[in-house]
């Protein structure tokens, strides 16, 4: 094995048809060792209307999805690699593109080494952007070598979103009010089952109480404590 081809680690890149990823489509690997990976976040604001221009304020409108560019590299040139560029360029493209059945594009996992992704083991995408770039050519015109830059938007399982959103939730917990029980009281068994408690004032603004008596035996009121 030659130190070029020990230095390049092979990445996994395999597309399901289904978001939860149940319904393989194929997969493919290619030689991938870059100087850096960089995941691109952005929030989008709007600028709000002022009527004093001295003064200007941003409103934010969302959150996109993680970015991510792979430069993938093809080397018919290299000791095992039997297939033609051709035909892995060929793979990837079909990975990429909108699966027939569904009118959708793929959905995308890639896997590289020990590599994280955001703690997952795997980077959960679908393609944005594909754009191929041939350097070396047979004297016959077949293609030898060429790499290809893919652009990926982080597109993950419904279920995991889900889970991932109540892991970042406060935690909730509904109490009953009894009788002859005062606000701080109740505060006080809702704080027993929530981390770092919570205050009387802050149950009453958190179930719309116009006052510290604004309850009835009988009633549930919720607490909800910090994230």
């Known amino acids: 094995m030659s130190l070029i081809e020990r230095s390049l680690s092979k990445l996994t890149l395999t597309a399901f048809k289904d978001r939860e990823g149940k319904i393989s489509v194929g997969s493919l690997q290619a030689m991938y060792n870059p100087d850096g990976i ?5 929030t989008r604001y709007q600028q709000d209307e002022s009527v004093n221009n001295a003064s200007q304020s941003s409103r934010y409108v969302l959150s996109q999805p993680a970015g991510l560019t792979l430069v993938l ?5 290299m ?4 297939i033609p560029v051709e035909t892995q ?3 990837l493209k079909a990975l990429c593109t909108v699966d027939a059945s569904t009118s ?12 994280r992704w955001e703690n997952k083991g795997y980077f959960a995408c679908r393609a944005s952007d594909l754009t191929i770039n041939y350097t070396l050519f047979d004297r016959d015109a077949t293609p030898l070598r060429a790499s290809a830059t893919l652009s990926l938007i982080a597109d993950e399982s419904f279920v995991i979103q889900a889970t991932e959103q109540q892991l970042k939730s406060p935690p909730i917990t509904a109490v009953s009010v009894t009788d002859m029980l005062s606000l701080p009281l ?7 089952s929530l981390a770092g408690g919570i205050d009387y004032l802050t149950l009453a603004w958190q179930n719309n109480l116009d006052n510290l008596d604004d309850f009835t035996p009988g009633q549930t009121l919720q607490a909800q404590g910090d994230a």
């Open 79 to 82: 000791p095992g690699n039997n």
């Open 89 to 91: 360029l060929a793979t």
């Open 38 to 42: 960089q995941l691109d976040y952005q």
């Open 73 to 77: 590299l093809f080397d018919a040139t």
């Open 104 to 115: 959708v594009p793929h959905f995308l996992k890639i896997k590289w080494g020990k590599m």
């Open 186 to 192: 109740i505060a006080l068994g809702a704080g027993a």
